[in-house]
T-cell receptor, first 116, second 111 residues
Framework: EAGVVQSPRYKIIEKKQPVAFWCNPI?????LYWYLQNLGQGPELLIR????????DSQLPKDRFSAERLKGVDSTLKIQPAELGDSAVYLC??????????????FGQGTRLTVV | RKEVEQDPGPFNVPEGATVAFNCTYS??????FFWYRQDCRKEPKLLMS???SGNEDGRFTAQLNRASQYISLLIRDSKLSDSATYLC????????????FGIGTKLQVIP
């Protein structure tokens, strides 16, 4: 079974340019997360979707970041315009949420963004 | 105080040694606890959940101390392949359960 798929794996852009990341979760997983991970730090949640609804976007810098999961399956995360401080690894994860709670979250390999 | 605190290390231990990491959490309402493993430049992967009664999986033992609000991970007979960063994960009780990751503890097992 395919895991969480993210693309691209690496991206180098100049500051002030836009960038977009794509994530396809594990089939059947209704919950999707975008995390940001800086070097030497743990992943920090940016946004969590349950199906197509963003249930927690409190940590998403909404002035420049946006995300969508229109059909409740794959998702895109966009940054416009990118800043030097946005250089990090952007991780997507998915899990199955039921009334009993969340199953284990599986992560994609991440997109390593470098803003120059 | 951070929600989840870990010693970033690195912990450099010889092969065959026993090593333990602690992770403290600030929210007493926290209910679920996990250890994830992250290899260099790879994604985090679940190592094990931490149950109230403690649990063991081969050479790995996880324990929870609710009174002192910490969880621990013990690795016995360390292997070179255990070298990685170990992330502590905490999830509070409640309808929407936001997961918080620690910064991770780096383990380097040396020959």
């Amino acid at each position: 079974e395919a895991g969480v798929v993210q693309s691209p794996r690496y991206k180098i852009i100049e500051k002030k340019q836009p960038v977009a990341f794509w994530c396809n979760p594990i089939s059947g997983h209704n919950t999707l997360y975008w995390y940001l991970q800086n070097l030497g730090q743990g992943p920090e949640l940016l946004i969590r979707y349950e199906n197509e609804e963003a249930v927690d976007d409190s940590q998403l810098p909404k002035d420049r970041f946006s995300a969508e999961r229109l059909k409740g399956v794959d998702s895109t995360l966009k940054i416009q315009p990118a800043e030097l401080g946005d250089s990090a690894v952007y991780l997507c994860a998915s899990s199955l949420t039921t009334r009993r709670g969340d199953t284990e979250a599986f992560f994609g390999q991440g997109t390593r963004l470098t803003v120059v | 105080r951070k929600e989840v605190e870990q010693d970033p290390g690195p912990f450099n231990v010889p092969e065959g040694a026993t090593v333990a990491f602690n992770c403290t959490y600030s929210n007493s309402a926290s209910q679920s606890f996990f250890w994830y493993r992250q290899d260099c430049r790879k994604e985090p992967k679940l190592l094990m959940s931490v149950y109230s009664s403690g649990n063991e999986d081969g050479r790995f033992t996880a324990q929870l101390n609710r009174a002192s609000q910490y969880i621990s991970l013990l690795i016995r007979d360390s292997k070179l392949s255990d070298s990685a960063t170990y992330l502590c994960v905490v999830r509070p009780s409640g309808g929407y359960q936001k997961v918080t990751f620690g910064i991770g503890t780096k383990l380097q097992v040396i020959p």
